[in-house]
């Protein structure tokens, strides 16, 4: 039985949590790729609101495995109190496995992640101040601490004796705080303590969970537009977002994936510095982020809100293979009169109609857009694309002709039910849910 991929095609936040919820009830397992706790998923069930750092967004399934891949950075703190939260409010944490590979985001990464950006002023990267840049640094420098080695305090202390002396160093140069062997190894040990129970082998864990034929769906965090390879350097997370990180983020192999699902919202929205051609500065671009509640999930700062852009959605689809897509936050534009789409910039003179893999290029780019009539209506309560007001669905097929593939989920609300569902979508099938 093949996997299937969640990818976010924009900015990150496309709502890939919702996307996540709704999809894996007929699954068997949920494992998070990449990222860590810069990640924030909401999920909505009734009236209960879960956000989600770094557990995949099948937990509050009882009857699901979620699997921290070996890709992910992983806070023990934040990933403890996660785990208490959820156990907290009646969710069973046991079936959670985190990689023993996955690398251990220490308090020195955070601190440099910090005392960099404050640095770097006025070009800084506007990261979440997670660690999540000095920890996949030091992962591909070989200096990284992995989750298992904190279950072996000798490896432990070693480890940290290693790497210390030169981020005191490089902390101190930049008037940040220092720490010492002793209270990292302390607390370090402590962390292993909590998590041993949860700590596994994952990748045959997912291996066999194929082999057994059950379904396996993985939950990618950020978006394509922030991928590390594919984004706009610098102005991008430290992993790969794309449907690729899934593989080696996962373990797995290409040929075990059969449907990417690609989750984008009606309009953009982008946290952080970096180029971004269709941004909103006027009241309507602050209009849609009262009503879609823009605001970062991990750090509360204001997300910067943009037209859809058809441009880098071409490109996502390219390079995530995307099968099918989830619309999500349509119900947000009702009101909203005309509606604007880019779908080609304007870079030097010349009309350009795929997205430049350089960042100055983009910097430069002018939106050419191509504008819809609104509609006026709530369209939180339609449950089918028939109900969609006219122009609704005028604009959802045209982003989909943009696409090239099928829009098969689209979302009014952000509860679990308020969705649309296509005659035909991935993973229905296999559920026995007659079409
Ligand atoms: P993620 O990081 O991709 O999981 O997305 P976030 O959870 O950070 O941000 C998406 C926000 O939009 C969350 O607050 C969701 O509850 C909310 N949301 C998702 N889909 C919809 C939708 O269709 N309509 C509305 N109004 N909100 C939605
Ligand atoms: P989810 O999974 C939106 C952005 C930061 C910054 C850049 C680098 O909820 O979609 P980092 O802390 O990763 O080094 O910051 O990436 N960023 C996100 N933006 N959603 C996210 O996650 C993000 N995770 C990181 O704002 O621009
Ligand atoms: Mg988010």
């Not at 190894?185 to 998590?195: C, D």
């Not at 099968?323 to 509606?339: A, H």
Request: charged content about 25%.
């Amino acid at each position: 039985m093949p996997a299937t991929v969640i990818v976010g095609l924009q900015w990150g936040d496309e709502g890939k949590g919702k996307t996540t919820d709704f999809l894996a009830e007929q699954t068997a397992m949920v494992v998070r790729y990449q990222g860590g706790d810069n990640a924030g998923h909401t999920v909505v069930r009734g009236d209960e609101v879960f956000k989600l750092r770094l557990t995949p967004s099948g937990v509050l399934y009882p009857h699901i495995t979620s699997v921290i891949g070996n890709g992910v950075v992983v806070n023990p703190v934040t990933l403890i109190s996660e785990l208490d939260m959820l156990m907290e409010r009646g969710i069973d944490v046991g079936r959670v496995r985190v990689s023993r590979s996955s690398h251990v985001i220490m308090p020195y990464h955070v601190a440099l992640d910090r005392a960099n950006e404050e640095r770097l002023g006025g070009a800084a990267v506007g990261t979440t101040g997670r660690g999540i840049g000095p920890t996949y640094g030091d992962r591909a420098w070989r200096l990284g601490l992995r989750m298992e080695d904190l279950l072996d305090a000798a490896v432990l202390r070693e480890r940290i004796e290693r790497v210390l002396p030169d981020k005191n160093l490089l902390l101190r140069s930049m008037d940040a705080e220092t720490f010492t062997v002793e209270e990292l190894v302390a607390q370090a040990a402590r962390w292993g303590e909590r998590l041993r129970d949860h700590l596994d082998d994952t990748t045959w864990l997912v291996q066999a969970a194929l082999a057994r034929g059950q379904h396996v769906l993985l939950e990618g965090a950020q978006g394509t537009l922030l991928d590390l390879d594919h984004g706009s350097y610098p102005f991008v997370t430290s992993s790969n977002p794309v449907a690729g990180g899934a593989c080696t983020g996962g373990g797995i192999g290409p040929l075990q994936v059969d449907e990417v699902i690609g989750v984008m919202k009606a309009y953009s929205t982008r946290v952080g510095a970096g180029p971004y051609p269709t941004e909103l500065t006027e009241e309507i671009g602050a209009g849609i982020a009262q009503r879609g509640h823009e605001y970062g999930t991990v750090t509360g700062r204001p997300r910067r809100v943009g037209w859809f852009d058809a441009v880098p959605l071409r490109y996502a689809v390219a390079v995530n293979s995307v099968s099918s897509i989830m619309l999500n936050k349509l119900d947000i534009l009702s009101g909203v009169d005309p509606l604007r789409v880019c779908v080609a910039y304007e870079i030097d003179g010349r009309r350009v109609e795929t997205w430049p893999s350089s960042g100055a290029a983009l910097a430069r780019a002018r939106p050419v857009f191509e504008d819809f009539a609104g509609w006026m209506e709530p369209i939180n309560d339609v449950r089918s694309l028939a109900d969609l007001p006219e122009n609704a669905r005028r604009y959802v097929t045209a982003i989909e002709q943009h696409a090239g593939v099928p829009i098969v989920l689209v979302s009014v609300g952000p509860e679990r039910t308020q969705t649309i569902e296509r005659a035909w979508r991935p993973m229905r099938q296999r559920s026995g849910i007659p079409t």
